[in-house]
């Protein structure tokens, strides 16, 4: 089956330290999206992309990077400049930017330790 | 940038009660999406609404977009415990022509009592 698979599922992070969260998608989706969920703020938008090579700052991008070197594939890197990064980490995918179709994946929850 | 407003922000049911939950728009929605989330968990798509006027239904769950496309309501009849969860909804950005940036409100969490 077709999907968005998010992992890990829980990670930790020591202070200054960078850490990878991995998402990866078989539904041969073009745009890609990483997505922060923090209690009573919805969801704030970090990076996406829209094609392989090329990813454009969403609202809350500072601390963060990302690469898009494969279609399937669109990791995060939370840097040690992030400075509050314990939130719940959601990545998206839709066929292609503004077709609807959001598929979402079943998220990492970050915690600083 | 469009902000969403959801209200309310929580509501808590007895079982079998129908209840209403609003997403306002700052500005005209062009996509408007509802999803539902379990607790630390992903986001499980409801509905989509585009057009002014739109109604959509599943199973006990009906979603509006009023003629102005600023305002959504989505509204579950006879609810039940499997209801319970957050429900976030969502909209397009720029009329589909900027890179499909879906804009979420704050979320509302329902609880429903058996």
């Known amino acids: 089956d077709g999907g968005i698979t998010q992992s890990p599922k829980y990670l930790f992070r020591k202070e200054g330290q960078n850490v990878t969260l991995s998402c990866e998608q078989n539904?041969?989706?073009?745009?890609m999206y990483w997505y922060r969920q923090d209690p009573g703020q919805g969801l704030r938008l970090i990076y996406y992309?829209?094609?392989?090579?090329?990813?454009q700052k969403g609202d809350i991008a500072e601390g963060y990077s990302v690469s898009r070197e494969k279609k399937e594939s669109f990791p995060l890197t939370v840097t040690s400049a992030q400075k509050n990064p314990t939130a719940f980490y959601l990545c998206a995918s839709s066929i292609a930017p503004g077709a609807g179709g959001y598929t979402f994946g079943s998220g990492t929850r970050l915690t600083v330790v | 940038s469009q902000e969403l407003e959801q209200s309310p922000q929580s509501l808590i049911v007895q079982e079998g009660k129908n209840l209403t939950i609003n997403c306002t728009s700052s500005?005209?929605?062009?996509?408007l999406y509802w999803y539902k989330q379990k607790y630390g968990e992903g986001l499980i798509f409801l509905m989509m609404l585009q057009k002014g006027g739109e109604e959509k239904s599943h199973e006990k769950i009906t979603a509006k977009l009023d003629e102005k496309k600023q305002q959504s309501s989505l509204h579950i009849t006879a609810s039940q415990p499997s209801h319970a969860g957050i429900y976030l909804c969502g909209a397009d950005n720029a009329g589909g022509t900027s890179y499909g940036k879906l804009t979420f409100g704050q979320g509302t969490i329902l609880t429903v009592h058996p």
């Open positions: 992309s829209q094609i392989v090579n090329d990813f």
């Open positions: 500005k005209t929605l062009y996509g």
């Open positions: 539904l041969n989706h073009d745009a």
